[in-house]
T-cell receptor
Framework: GQNIDQPTEMTATEGAIVQINCTYQTSGFNGLFWYQQHAGEAPTFLSYNVLDGLEEKGRFSSFLSRSKGYSYLLLKELQMKDSASYLCAENSGGYQKVTFGTGTKLQVIP | GAGVSQTPSNKVTEKGKYVELRCDPISGHTALYWYRQSLGQGPEFLIYFQGTGAADDSGLPNDRFFAVRPEGSVSTLKIQRTERGDSAVYLC?????????????FGPGTRLTVT
């Protein structure tokens, strides 16, 4: 994930809102994924943004700005179970190749 | 329906040995991916299959690594002359391969430990 930059760790309080930022630099960019990964488990899909703007899905929203090479994941009404790593990943090239960032480890505290 | 499955879940091998890791994708998914994930890192792309052919193997670290998908379903990742640096979780993912359908479904992974 050398072209993808996201914070390594974040801490937030239960019930609060947290925003996890991601920047990317690539040619042939198609879209931006967010995946959630709990410790010791496989990543699970959260969102895929192709167009600029905000997409909302329940407590989770994802934003993309193609011109700025920037995305964020917004988590509302945080729950303890939201403690996990959040992986930003770009889809680029002529097919479905996905390049992952190193992930942001989110800890939700009471 | 059944998700992506991987076997074995754990594999411990000695340095220099040969290992095979198996992935069963979701039925009907034409696209299959192999990734390697080290502790504290994101998944690192290894190889991508579309049907039976390897469409992109640029992520394979060296010629000790090889993967096949002879019938366009099950895939096997093969590692020769294993080294301690190969220790990681090997993840397999599949997707439908259809236009506009980009979600990848991941298996539980195989944790490989080379001693």
């Amino acid at each position: 994930g050398q072209n993808i930059d996201q914070p390594t760790e974040m801490t937030a309080t239960e019930g609060a809102i947290v925003q996890i930022n991601c920047t990317y630099q690539t040619s042939g960019f198609n879209g931006l994924f967010w995946y959630q990964q709990h410790a010791g488990e496989a990543p699970t899909f959260l969102s895929y943004n192709v167009l600029d703007g905000l997409e909302e899905k329940g407590r989770f929203s994802s934003f993309l700005s193609r011109s700025k090479g920037y995305s964020y994941l917004l988590l509302k009404e945080l729950q303890m179970k939201d403690s996990a790593s959040y992986l930003c990943a770009e889809n680029s090239g002529g097919y479905q190749k996905v390049t992952f960032g190193t992930g942001t480890k989110l800890q939700v505290i009471p | 329906g059944a998700g992506v499955s991987q076997t074995p879940s754990n594999k411990v091998t000695e340095k220099g040995k040969y290992v095979e890791l198996r992935c069963d994708p979701i039925s009907g998914h034409t696209a299959l991916y192999w990734y390697r994930q080290s502790l504290g890192q994101g998944p690192e792309f290894l190889i991508y299959f579309q049907g039976t052919g390897a469409a992109d193997d640029s992520g394979l670290p060296n010629d000790r690594f090889f993967a096949v998908r002879p019938e366009g379903s099950v895939s096997t990742l093969k590692i020769q002359r294993t080294e301690r640096g190969d220790s990681a979780v090997y993840l397999c993912a599949s997707s439908s391969g259809g236009p506009g359908d980009y979600e990848q479904y991941f298996g539980p992974g195989t944790r490989l430990t080379v001693t």
